[in-house]
């Protein structure tokens, strides 16, 4: 039972604390909040509990606790035994997915192709500021970049080949 | 084919941290939260060898062992340690605990142990046969739940009931309590029957669970707390903030950033 627990996580722990982060706008929060669920699911589980999709009640249960998480429950909660709003859902779990995986790839990259990456993508640093910002020169800039592009692009196949296979 | 989803590459860096959603610590933290971390010590595979021998050898000299009612000895010297007994209970002794058991009696159904110090039980249910615990003052008797029991202050034992239910006595009365999920009772020397102690402290047990748990608690409160359990002072520069939730008792330098940050406070350390 703990097993295949964890083998859940390996599958899913990052797209839904990806998706929680979308709906909390904060990575510990999301973090706390799957964990959560996770355990939820263990107990349900444990009490035999039957799931027939694991996949998409783990979704559903990120997303209720979100919403209970920002007490806006703006939107009706899905009651759990019955799921039936697939398409909506789906959409967010590829989101999920793609995006898990990026994450990924970001944490492979090597420590200063990282931080480089990140100075121009998130904080919209001009290659030239962050030349002076870490006296380095523009080269190795251009060079850190491409490599970053290239390995979000590996991943970025790697995604496109697993949903080819998952809808095969 | 190869083309980057920009919009899920914005969303990613937008809230990227470096070790964060990190699978493995996550599943960690799962482990410590469900309570399962059974290791069998090689003292248990001493006892194993030994009861496959014994098989071998023959009933006579099983027989014999079972008149004598050899004891097993499961002790911590400076360290938390996790034991699984035959019948499949999880033990967790603090350090400086022991617990003694017939290993032949449990294997038969015989389930009772005498224990030293303070441990943390997660008895197999079994409504056939009852768990008994002996401390040196106290009786517990379970069919299958998990609690904390704690004599290490000497002279009185105190059970915390996590779940399930258990009759806490003491060691030599019939008479008793029966203690149900959350509650803690206390045995003095003295006394003939257990006193129950309204505790809103949810954290007799992070020692075992790794996880501090607050519910709207004033941070001197949990800064006490903290300063318990890492063996340090700590102070707060507004005492005005309140917690709830939870967090692992990690290093505690993590900790204190992450109340800091998330109180938006300062935390001073005094050794």
Redesign the interface.
């Known amino acids: 039972m703990?097993n295949q627990?964890?083998e859940l996580?390996?599958l899913y722990?990052?797209p839904l604390?990806?998706y929680a982060?979308?709906l909390l706008n904060d990575?510990?929060f999301a973090?706390?909040v799957?964990?959560d669920c996770?355990?939820k699911l263990?107990k349900r589980q444990n009490a035999n509990v039957e799931i027939k999709d694991v996949k998409s009640y783990l979704y559903l249960m990120v997303r209720n606790a979100c919403y209970d998480y920002n007490k806006t429950a703006q939107i009706d909660k899905v009651d759990l035994d019955n799921l039936n709003c697939e398409t909506e859902l789906n959409e967010n779990e590829k989101?999920s997915e793609?995006?898990?995986n990026?994450?990924t790839a970001?944490?492979t990259l090597p420590r200063q192709c990282?931080k480089i990456f990140?100075m121009s993508?998130?904080d919209g640093m001009k290659y030239s500021e962050i030349v002076e910002e870490l006296g380095i020169s523009i080269k190795t800039v251009e060079a850190q970049m491409s490599k970053a592009?290239k390995v979000?692009?590996?991943k970025?196949?790697d995604i496109?080949f697993f949903i080819q296979s998952f809808f095969a | 084919?190869?083309?980057?989803?920009e919009?899920?590459?914005d969303?990613?860096?937008?809230?990227?941290?470096?070790g964060?959603?990190d699978?493995l610590n996550?599943?960690k933290?799962?482990?410590h939260?469900?309570g399962?971390k059974a290791v069998v010590r090689p003292i248990h595979r001493y006892i194993a060898i030994a009861a496959s021998l014994l098989v071998l050898i023959g009933l006579a000299i099983g027989w014999y062992i079972t008149m004598n009612d050899e004891r097993t000895v499961l002790a911590s010297a400076n360290d938390i340690e996790t034991y699984k007994l035959p019948d499949s209970t999880i033990i967790t002794l603090a350090p400086h605990s022991s617990i003694s058991f017939s290993y032949i009696g449990m294997k038969n159904g015989r389930r009772s142990v005498d224990f030293k110090g303070k441990a943390y039980f997660k008895v197999k249910h079994d409504k056939e046969h009852p768990f008994d615990v002996y401390g040196s003052i106290s009786h517990v008797r379970v069919l299958g739940t998990v609690f904390q029991i704690d004599e290490s202050a000497g002279n009185n034992s105190c059970v915390t009931l996590i779940s399930g239910k258990v009759f806490f006595g003491s060691r030599n009365a019939e008479n008793g309590v029966i203690l149900t999920d959350g509650m803690t009772a206390k045995l003095g020397i003295n006394d003939s029957v257990p006193n129950i102690v309204s505790s809103k402290n949810k954290n007799e047990t992070v020692w075992v669970s790794k996880v501090f748990r607050f519910d709207d608690a004033t941070i001197t409160e949990v800064l006490n707390q903290l300063s318990k359990y890492y063996h340090v002072k700590l102070s707060a520069s507004d005492k005005t903030k309140r917690v709830s939730?939870?967090f692992e008792a990690g290093e505690l330098s993590n900790v204190i950033s992450?109340l800091e940050n998330m109180l938006d406070i300062r935390i001073v350390v005094k050794r």
């Open positions: 703990q627990i964890e996580f390996h722990y990052r604390c990806v982060i979308g990575v510990n973090e706390d799957v964990m996770f355990v263990w989101f793609i995006a898990a990026l994450w970001i944490d990282r990140l993508r998130r592009y979000l692009r590996g970025a196949k496109y | 084919m190869e083309k980057i989803d919009k899920a590459l969303f990613v860096v937008k809230y990227y941290q470096e964060k959603l699978t996550a599943i933290t799962f482990r939260l469900i399962e939730g939870e992450m």
